[in-house]
């Protein structure tokens, strides 16, 4: 059974660089038609995709958080990875990975638990 | 502000049906499928119907979905206590090139 896993901080100061993990278990990310994403949830808020990226490279990322956005994929270690430059307190949410169906499709299928990251001085 | 629109709150009783709508446009709803998340209180969401109007395995037939032209919605029939949540429509959006989402709709089971 797929299974994903965050790691990271959870507290950065502001300006600072938020760096997230995930680790995924019971299936590889260098399998074909899937993306490996973000998406966070400010607290109280609703949902909002960060960006993903595909075995080969290929990524997507939210235009609202292009120029801080990297997401980068080890495909040796079956994890992928976010970092998100010049962070203020609006970038504190909870932060998820997930696996989304991209072939003719959209959705995601498999989520993590979810890390919560909180931009404090 | 989200690029799908939800109504914040919908409630029914135990045993009723429910029905949740998500509006879009010709550059997300109009042009591809639209997914549904159920996000129990304080767990990760979890994909409810995929592709307009198929349900994942293990998911109750109770749950269904429909779409037509720029609008999705989400039926729950036979409501109970447990299917208290937040749900979140979502799709693909062309002229963004990036999944969106719902503003999401808090279910209550009165």
């Known amino acids: 059974q797929l299974q994903l896993q965050e790691s990271g901080p959870g507290l950065v100061k502001p300006s600072e660089t938020l760096s997230l993990t995930c680790t995924v278990s019971?299936?590889?990310?260098?399998?074909?038609?899937?993306?490996w994403g973000w998406i966070r949830q400010p607290p109280g808020k609703g949902l909002e995709f960060i960006g993903s990226?595909?075995?080969?490279?290929?990524?997507h990322c939210n235009p609202s958080l292009k120029s801080r956005v990297t997401i980068s994929a080890d495909t040796s270690k079956n994890q992928f990875s976010l970092k998100l430059t010049s962070v203020t307190a609006a970038d504190s949410a909870l932060y998820y990975c997930a696996r989304r169906l991209g072939s003719g499709t959209s959705y995601f299928d498999s989520w993590g638990q979810g890390t919560l990251v909180t931009v404090s001085s | 502000q989200s690029v799908l629109t939800q109504p914040p709150s919908v409630s029914a009783a135990p045993g009723r049906k429910v029905t949740i709508s998500c509006s879009g446009s010709?550059?997300?709803?109009?042009?591809?499928?639209v997914s549904w998340y159920q996000q129990l209180p304080g767990t990760a969401p979890k994909l409810l119907i995929y592709d307009n109007n198929q349900r994942p395995s293990g998911i109750p037939d109770r749950f269904s979905g429909s779409q037509s032209g720029t609008s999705a919605t989400l039926a729950i029939t036979g409501l109970q206590t447990g299917d208290e949540a937040d749900y979140y429509c979502g799709t693909w959006d062309y002229s963004l090139s990036v999944p969106v989402f719902g503003g999401g709709t808090k279910l209550t089971v009165l």
């Open positions: 990226i595909y075995h080969s490279g290929n990524k």
């Open positions: 019971g299936g590889s990310i260098s399998i074909d038609s899937y993306y």
């Open positions: 010709n550059s997300n709803i109009g042009k591809n499928y």
